[in-house]
T-cell receptor, first 115, second 114 residues
Framework: AQSVTQLGSHVSVSEGALVLLRCNYS??????LFWYVQYPNQGLQLLLK??????LVKGINDFEAEFKKSETSFHLTKPSAHMSDAAEYFC?????????????FGTGTLLAVQP | DAGVIQSPRHEVTEMGQEVTLRCKPI?????LFWYRQTMMRGLELLIY????????DSGMPEDRFSAKMPNASFSTLKIQPSEPRDSAVYFC????????????FGQGTRLTVV
C-alpha cells in the first residue's frame, strides 16, 4: 500500500530562517503528492501539489516543494519563516492512475517559529 | 461555494449514546472522505465514497461505526454505541474523482464521549 513518511514530528525554527519539512513516499510508480497545512482548531488547507507537470512546485505563502524521484522525496521548504507559519503540516499521497483515488496522510509535522 | 460543511462543530455525549455526524460536500464533487484525527493516531482515513458508493471502509475501526451517502450532497457517519475512546475530531473532505485533484476539508466535528 502507498504511504508517506514525515521525518520529525516537531520542527522549530527562528523567524526569518529556512523552513524544511521532510516527506518521503513509498510507491513503485510516482504518485500524486500534496502538502496541507492545519492551523489550530481548523480543517486542512492545501499548500501545493505535485501532479507530474513540474518537479518544482510553488504554493501559497512562498512555500515550495521539489519532487525527487531518485530519493522518493517531496520535501517542503520556505526561504524565510514567519510567525504566522506556525501550524501543523501534512504530506499526503494519492496513487497515480488505477482504480482508487484514496488519499493517505502522513503523521504530520508541527512547526514552531521562534521570535 | 460555501465549501465542505460539517455539523455539528462540537458534540458532547455520554458513553453508550448514538452519535451522528453530518457532511455536505462541495457541489459537483463526486468523492467524499471521512477522517478521524487524534493525538495518538494522527489523521486516519475511515471510509471513502465515489459517486455515493462506499469504496473502501477498511479504516472503520469497529462495527459500531457506519457511514452512508444517500445522495451526492449528503453523508453521515454514525457511532452506535459511542465509547470514550471515540473522542476525536472527525473531518469530512470532498474532491473530484481524479487523482491529481486536491481534497477540500470541512472544519471538523470535535466529538467528546464522557
Amino acid at each position: 500500500a502507498q504511504s508517506v513518511t514525515q521525518l520529525g514530528s516537531h520542527v522549530s525554527v527562528s523567524e526569518g530562517a529556512l523552513v524544511l519539512l521532510r516527506c518521503n513516499y513509498s510507491s513503485s510508480v510516482p504518485p500524486y503528492l500534496f502538502w496541507y497545512v492545519q492551523y489550530p482548531n481548523q480543517g486542512l488547507q492545501l499548500l501545493l501539489k505535485y501532479t507530474s507537470a513540474a518537479t518544482l512546485v510553488k504554493g501559497i505563502n512562498d512555500f515550495e516543494a521539489e519532487f525527487k524521484k531518485s530519493e522518493t522525496s517531496f520535501h517542503l521548504t520556505k526561504p524565510s519563516a514567519h510567525m504566522s507559519d506556525a501550524a501543523e503540516y501534512f504530506c499526503a499521497v494519492r496513487p497515480y492512475g488505477g482504480a482508487t483515488n484514496k488519499l493517505i496522510f502522513g503523521t504530520g509535522t508541527l512547526l514552531a517559529v521562534q521570535p | 461555494d460555501a465549501g465542505v460543511i460539517q455539523s455539528p462543530r462540537h458534540e458532547v455525549t455520554e458513553m453508550g449514546q448514538e452519535v451522528t455526524l453530518r457532511c455536505k460536500p462541495i457541489s459537483g464533487h463526486n468523492s467524499l472522505f471521512w477522517y478521524r484525527q487524534t493525538m495518538m493516531r494522527g489523521l486516519e482515513l475511515l471510509i471513502y465514497f465515489n459517486n455515493n458508493v462506499p469504496i473502501d471502509d477498511s479504516g472503520m475501526p469497529e462495527d459500531r461505526f457506519s457511514a452512508k451517502m444517500p445522495n451526492a450532497s449528503f453523508s453521515t457517519l454514525k457511532i452506535q454505541p459511542s465509547e470514550p475512546r471515540d473522542s476525536a475530531v472527525y473531518f469530512c473532505a470532498s474532491s473530484l474523482y481524479r487523482g491529481d485533484t486536491e481534497a477540500f476539508f470541512g472544519q471538523g466535528t470535535r466529538l467528546t464521549v464522557v
